[in-house]
Nanobody
Framework: VQLQASGGGLVQPGGSLRLSCAVSGFYINNYSLGWFRQAPGKEREFVAAISKSGNTRNYADSVKGRFTIVRDDDKNTFYLEMNSLKPEDTAVYYC???????????????????????WGKGTLVTVSS
């Protein structure tokens, strides 16, 4: 099982990036999926999650309206589209998956970062001029 996050890099404030999380070893169609980040000197925090069906998306308040989580089950990959990036978005970004329970349960686990089934290694996003 592997979740491979990629797409990070250096971007100027106001710029955009798209992170990808390519999954191998299981099919994501039965999983809720999420993105998290850890800034230097801070604890890891929830960023965004999407339900198994794709009909429910949750976001941290700090990224609402700027970030979009997208899933492509055919490609067994999900994405985090990041726009209007700010220096405070600088962090290592991680992707994770949890086997679907009810949507509410899965979203709660994502928010709490609790009992998630799989984690990927991170990709660094640096927002700086």
């Amino acid at each position: 099982v592997q979740l491979q996050a990629s797409g990070g890099g250096l971007v100027q404030p106001g710029g955009s990036l798209r992170l990808s999380c390519a999954v191998s070893g299981f099919y994501i169609n039965n999983y809720s999926l999420g993105w998290f980040r850890q800034a230097p000197g801070k604890e890891r925090e929830f960023v965004a999650a999407i339900s198994k069906s794709g009909n429910t998306r949750n976001y941290a308040d700090s990224v609402k309206g700027r970030f979009t989580i997208v899933r492509d089950d055919d490609k067994n990959t999900f994405y985090l589209e990041m726009n209007s990036l700010k220096p405070e978005d600088t962090a290592v970004y991680y992707c994770a998956a949890v086997l679907a329970r009810t949507t509410a349960q899965a979203m709660s686990l994502m928010q709490k970062q609790a009992d998630l089934d799989y984690w990927g290694k991170g990709t660094l996003v640096t927002v700086s001029s």
